[in-house]
């Protein structure tokens, strides 16, 4: 519908109470919308619409539907658009979230960068976009670096103790010296005192090195992480070293997910199955003393017919096992990084429509706005960890190890 320049209250009221529309409510109010709009992009272009003036600066051209959601029913919105410029009323719609403003930013950056007009074609009709000028990719570009900065330095101390922390990387394409090399984004979830989770950082990397993660997590205690009881990550030799120097009073958990993929590829086909089966079977026992005598058993089982296996188990057994010195009640979060694995899904839902990134700036960007807006609806949610059970993990954990249950099954015998 097309907004009206001018309305005749009284005419209006007339014409619509003849009719006895059931409608009148919502018609009404749409109509006043749409004119409010107009008068409202007439002050903007600074002439009123179909009228001369030396104080004009813009012309309006059409209008772009969008709807809103009221009371009394959906609104069908004509948002005056201009020939020069942007008019958008900010006192009435939302503009796009966080995330959807930098997707928009990185689509202009592609764009100035020289990306394919037929990728380019495709992203700006997924977002709905039929233009972005110059002047657009500034303002969104600068008003969003800010927010993104501001959310990746900001300070962890008041948020902690930070009991449980998991980190994990993923790896973009960035176009740099004229062709297009691989770039890792590190990143860093914990659940904050309050028993939410939360981003605690994320930067990027040419390669997933130990300097790297050093850097990272040097970064993160810099800015106030303490408290930290244990970090599930996988198992990255400069990641594991990173976590150890940094971090020196927690314990490190290996992902189970990582880890059963990471013995397949030594375990025969054949037999997969079964070791799969008993290694499932050690994570579905009632408490660590019944764990460790599981894992006993499977190391039993594979000792002769895989020795192999048997080794790779028997090394891995106190890091793939430390969950066990908490509370049953935080296992099945504290075992995997699965939840990052559904963060980082997200991520890829974002970038994936990009491609090949003009520029690190454009991954900090996106990335860094995705996050933030995941840390937001984190913070507005449930609570990922109870307080009380909070209270409990970060009491001394009861250290059990295959050592000591060994010596209790003996006891008891």
Request: aromatic share 6%.
């Amino acid at each position: 519908m097309t907004a009206p320049h001018i309305v005749d209250p009284a005419g209006l009221l007339g014409e619509a109470l003849a009719e006895a529309s059931p409608d009148l409510m919502r018609d009404l109010l749409q109509t006043v919308i749409n004119a409010l709009l107009s008068a409202d992009a007439d002050a903007v272009v600074g002439a009123e619409w179909g009228r001369r003036s030396p104080e004009r600066t813009a012309r309006r051209n059409g209008y772009r539907h969008r709807d809103l959601d009221t009371r009394v029913g959906t609104l069908d919105v004509a948002i005056p658009k201009l020939r020069t410029g942007t008019y958008f009323p900010d006192w009435l719609l939302e503009r796009r979230k966080r995330a959807e403003s930098a997707l928009i930013t990185v689509v202009a950056d592609c764009y100035l960068a020289g990306v394919s007009t037929r990728r380019m074609d495709k992203l700006v009709k997924q977002l709905g976009i039929n233009s972005l000028s110059r002047s657009q990719v500034s303002r969104m570009a600068s008003d969003l670096d800010e927010q993104v900065d501001a959310f990746r330095h900001r300070p962890l101390t008041d948020a902690g103790p930070f009991t449980f922390v998991t980190a994990d990387a993923l790896t973009m394409k960035v176009r740099e010296g004229g062709r297009v090399i691989n770039a890792v984004v590190l990143l860093a979830t914990g659940v904050n005192g309050d028993g939410h989770r939360e981003v605690l950082g994320m930067r990027v990397a040419t390669s997933e090195t130990g300097a790297a993660w050093n850097e990272f997590f040097a970064d993160l205690v810099a800015r106030g992480l303490a408290g930290v009881r244990l970090v599930v990550s996988d198992a990255h030799a400069g990641l594991v070293e990173a976590i150890a120097a940094n971090l020196p009073g927690a314990v490190w958990q290996r992902c189970r997910t990582h880890y059963a993929a990471n013995l397949m590829s030594i375990c025969p086909k054949n037999m997969w199955p079964a070791v799969k089966a008993m290694l499932h079977s050690v994570y579905d026992q009632p408490d660590a003393t019944a764990v460790h005598a599981q894992f006993d058993r499977l190391l039993d089982y594979v000792a002769t017919k895989l020795p192999d296996v048997a080794a790779h188990l028997d090394t891995a057994r106190a890091d793939i096992l430390a969950f066990t010195s908490f509370p049953k009640d935080v296992w099945t979060q504290i075992w995997s990084n699965n939840p990052t694995e559904r963060l980082n899904r997200e991520i890829r839902r974002r970038t994936d429509s990009v491609g090949i990134f003009p520029n690190r700036n454009a991954i900090v960007r996106l990335v860094g706005a995705v996050l933030a807006e995941q840390t937001d609806e984190w913070a507005e949610g449930r609570r990922y960890l109870g307080l009380e059970v909070l209270t409990r993990c970060r009491q001394n954990p009861t250290t059990t190890t295959g050592t000591e249950v060994d010596t209790v099954l003996e006891l008891s015998a």
